[in-house]
């Protein structure tokens, strides 16, 4: 049984032999880049139908393409940081968010919903690029279902 | 001389008091409300105008406005999680997107604009209410400049 | 303006002056003794009434009365521990459930409802005591809404 | 001879392949599911029966069958997260609930019965679905003894 | 009210003051040296007869000894490291002989009787001079109620 | 050359084959348990004489027995936890207990014996069974020489 | 596929063989050696150009040739410090610079410039010798743009 | 007499009250900017003349004048960031460098002087605009003596 | 009743205002200067006699002399840093030296002594200056028993 | 290319068969035995000669040398703890040392040099046995070039 880390080790490779894209290996997929992305990285498990059409797409061999198929369908540790603080800088800046805007977002949903949590399970996201002359900008939406936090 | 903290708490304590939500106080204040928000809660310097019309708004007696205005004119340190990981919830999930989607986000960035970084600088955010019968949600946008590494 | 560990500090001196439980003060608000505790160790915001009727109870002066009231409207920085694990015994050892039982539970969360998680927001708990002729038992009860990972 | 690690593993690639679930394979022992589960996962020794049942169950060959029997029987070094806090989601709910209601849960055991813990060794644990028209939900309960600091 | 922190600040001054010994506190407290020294020391609540013994022997003045007593009968937050390793040379000693003899003291203690621990709760513990010719030795004996792990 | 860890995996295999336990191996050695049950989880270097004892006690073959009975002399990086708080519950009762009771020790120490240390080197120790109608009791016994702090 | 801690482990042994320092291979890059080292070392994506002379310079045989050219075109993961604090004197000392004019760089960038960052992405180095009679001396320039705190 | 903190905390206090820039100040001290600023914030020691020249500059009255020089004579602990990694984006950035460009530094320091590092004792700094039509450049130049390891 | 802390603190006031040296008050006291002031900074415990003519030279008033030297005679809690890694560059250098030499040492203490270590207890310490055309050096002396670990 | 790691373990291996000690080893280099353990152990590197020498004294075989004695020029990554803190006695007893007299030797280097530090790079070290009849002592001295932090 391949582990969900040797999975990923073996799509990484097949993509980059593949030439594919994560949005091309998504559309085939049939699912949003951003979900497949995170699930080929370990963090979601797929749907049989799902975890076959990526070997198919990525061209495994038989045996292979059924092991990390099985992979896939597992559901993963989730949890991709090896350190508390991310620190790749495309990932970083994210973290400073947090550090930056957090108790302001904290502050705003409680100001806008009352108590309560924006969900990271009931919840999807987009990143899209944006034309602007004085440079292209990432826009990245977070969308998370408000859960009230429940009084007993 | 007050601390970015003390006025911290000195604005805190006058919001109550008054009643007033972040939003309008952002709009006295002419600025978006993440950014005033932020910028009260010790992340952000403000302009002379901008921390004079907070001070008026929140309605600080002289001596005390004075000082408050000083200090939110002051470069903060910023940074605002007292632990590398955040423990309360509402903000903890933010951590945990980047746990989950941190390596999603990175390759697809990488996909979409080669090699580079969302900026957190030349950044601005959004957080709305998004009605939705089975349960409004909470839509935050980060729209930041894209950065491409320099090759030198 | 009290921050939120004044007003626990506060709260705690009365309760022991007046020799109630957190049971009968619990009443007294109308919650179960779960929730009221954790709110008024400062992890849960009350309404109005539910904080008039706790300063009420503890007998509270007049203007300490309505300092200790705001202070539990206020939505808290939810988070109790110093450290990142416990050290007091009877707190530790629901960490070291998690250390002993945390993939089991995941485990078997994923068995029986599908890939999710059991939802910490609308969430309750009972803490009961159950007799034993062989020592008594303390029996704890969660209970949270079963959340399925969005599939996007 | 198989390490701890190398045993689980190996269950794990049977387990999959066999399709049987964790509480198929309780009942095939005798035992709980959440103890079976947490046996198999590295953290409880087994009697002999116990995991030669086991290996019988998930199908094992001679050989193999032998040292993954001998592995479940060793008295394991417990503890299951690979950092202090746990980030997969579906289990860092608990430690969460630890952060918010640990101080109740304290408070409350020693208002009930004193001072002391509720052990987490003479202890057992049940998993349930409950369901409900507004969302089914995970019941855990928590059942251990009481024991009361020792005066001396 | 008092924290436990400052009821033991004033403990201490007070024993210095007196020029009492713990062994003699503890003798007119009625309770072993051991225990009543780290009650003093914030780890355990004591009766009101065993705390307003403590006031009388230390002289208090009527205000200070009620207060003091009060705090000396609340349940404490125990743990008393500022740091996860500790760093005064007595008392890391102790902590070197977990690194050296932690899994040995495992290994024979499910030798000895099976799978579970000495308990902790349910425990006492002497401290002695054993006098030696090459140097006096301090012998402390570690007393505690061996706790089966419970099969379910 | 084998590592001391290495040569560890192999007695354990060894050991565990044998059916011996620390106890008889120790007589073989001629060494107390603990002490001997120390060295070969590899944190005390052992005799030439000692550990050909051990190789020939556990039946190891001739190329193997030199290797293993070569590792066993050698001085080993003493220390054998994963984290700083160890996290088996068997092994963290014991760090609960310095957090407990380690300033309690210190000023026991001190006040008996004067500024110094009980040494962890100049030291030995025993685990027993108590018979107890109630449940029977580890007592583990920490004998170690007082080292007075040398005052220049 | 290589990853690319393997490219470059094959790549110092391969500069290690060939005599070839830095600052010659980067010049066979064509870029200046800094950014060539940093890549080289993982920290950077090449292109299929500047990868394809690498190899050649480095001499590698065909088929390793290829996959180390692949592993350099791929974005890495950055980040090369196996702690928070680096434990290499040479790379140390920088990091004691942070300490000790980490606030004094913040307050003069924000005097020159007012509130913002250096960028360490649109960024570039330089290390020279520079002859002393008293020792010759490193000098490091570091040369970013800066980037000013958007407003909004 | 002051500690080394609440003198800071004076200075920044006249600085904004004076509204003299750290270079204005250095000028009137005799000193670098970014030495005299680190100076100040509490990182290097002045003399007697420098620190008296600072008073008055900065317009201290008499009594408290001679408490904050004689604090500024005092040889300071060093080291001014709150946790290991900085939290400040301004300073973050310097810290990023290590991790992206630290063992480039080494390998080309190495490659350029032999074994040695760079002092950051004998050491001084230079932080300078460098205007740029593309958006103005911070340029700092760190410059140490290269101290070759002593064999011996 | 002062803490050592405070003790501290009163001393480096009346040392700064005296002018004294370390050098001067340990002869004084009649101590080696190493000795005498770790007990001044809160590592040893004074006699009476000592911290009386600690008292006495510093010229205290008679009511804070009594209190400081009351303070001075207390068992101190041992340990100086802050964080486990020190970040003052004077002190760090130790710690560095513990990284680059730390298995030296213990290789050469086994190679010359055996089995055990060299007592931080029964030590004593020298600072001296090495007159040096190159430059004066620092000679450190560190000078403690080998005690040699126990077999049993 | 062997790592220094691989180099470390195969010099180690080699000299346990040669039964050669370090100070042997450092003889037939012309090192200090200090240097040349330290350099052995991977935290220097070694000119040709040198590492020629060590791999003639260990008796390589001709392959195995080269490698060796390439592996051994090569610039290590210094530093050699596991942990922030060393847990093996032998080594610990240093950072205890740090822990107790750190600011003390920090104290003394500044009143008896000025503002600086001693060196860890233009240094070197002895280590020795000086006999004593009430047990012999390790003597270990530190010897480091004074350097003056340079005022800018």
Redesign the interface.
């Known amino acids: 049984?391949l582990?969900r880390e040797q999975a990923t080790?073996k799509i990484?490779?097949a993509k980059?032999?593949s030439k594919l894209?994560?949005?091309q290996i998504a559309k085939g997929v049939g699912?949003?880049?951003?979900?497949t992305?995170?699930a080929l990285?370990g963090?979601?498990?797929m749907s049989a139908e799902e975890s076959e059409s990526v070997v198919k797409i990525l061209g495994f061999a038989e045996g292979e393409a059924q092991e990390v198929s099985?992979a896939l369908q597992?559901?993963p540790?989730?949890?991709?940081?090896d350190?508390?603080?991310?620190?790749?800088?495309?990932?970083?800046?994210?973290?400073?968010?947090?550090?930056?805007?957090?108790?302001?977002?904290?502050?705003?949903?409680?100001?806008?919903?009352g108590?309560?949590?924006?969900?990271?399970?009931?919840?999807?996201?987009e990143?899209k690029?944006?034309e602007?002359p004085?440079?292209?900008?990432?826009?990245?939406?977070?969308?998370?279902?408000?859960?009230?936090?429940?009084?007993?």
Chains 1, 2, 3, 4, 5, 6, 7, 8, 9, 10 share one sequence.
């Open positions: 049984m582990t080790a990484l490779a980059q032999k894209t994560w949005e699912r949003h880049k951003i979900w992305t995170a990285l963090q979601h498990p099985s597992e559901f540790m989730r949890g991709s940081l350190s508390a603080v991310p620190v790749d800088p495309t990932i970083y800046r994210f973290y400073e968010l947090i550090q930056v805007y957090g108790p302001t977002i904290k502050a705003l949903i409680h100001e806008e919903f108590d309560g949590i924006m969900s990271a399970i009931d919840f999807d996201m990143l690029r944006k602007d004085k440079g292209d900008r990432v826009v990245v939406t977070l969308n998370g279902k408000f859960l009230p936090y429940k009084k007993f």
